[in-house]
């Protein structure tokens, strides 16, 4: 009995489900959403990584090349690629939190609560 998994068209929440035989696979449906509106997706597979190999890659210094601190879009699309990189499944919370910051794309730059970040006041650890 495989496990496959789904993206709901409705509310874009990422699913695995059992399906018990194909006739089933036809009537499935989003647990948070209801909506039977689903397409399948590519499940992903492990690769052969040792801890070591993952953390040399992610600590590579060219990761960081396109990454700008400032702004929401490019430390979201960061986030989300080191998660793939350590084979980790951020969630569907974080996801929506990352797409919600790309979304925004650096038009907010107060941070949580309506402060200015610490860049900006220059009330960081200075040393």
């Known amino acids: 009995m495989p496990i496959y998994e789904y993206e709901c068209r409705g509310c874009h929440r990422r699913v695995s489900l059992l399906v018990r035989s194909v006739s ?4 499935v449906r989003c647990p948070g959403c209801g909506s039977a509106e689903l397409s399948r997706l590519m499940s992903r597979f492990a690769t052969l990584k040792s801890e070591d190999d993952r953390m040399e890659a992610a600590a590579d210094p060219s990761h960081y090349g396109d990454l700008d601190e400032n702004d929401p879009r490019s430390v979201a699309t960061y986030v989300k690629r080191m998660g793939e990189e350590m084979g980790e499944d951020l969630g569907p919370d974080l996801d929506a939190a990352m797409d919600e910051a790309m979304d925004e794309g650096g038009a907010d730059d107060e941070g949580p609560g309506g402060e200015a970040s610490l860049s ?4 960081g650890d200075e040393g």
Do not use: R, V, W, Y
């Open 24 to 27: 089933q696979q036809a009537s």
């Open 120 to 123: 900006e006041t220059g009330s």
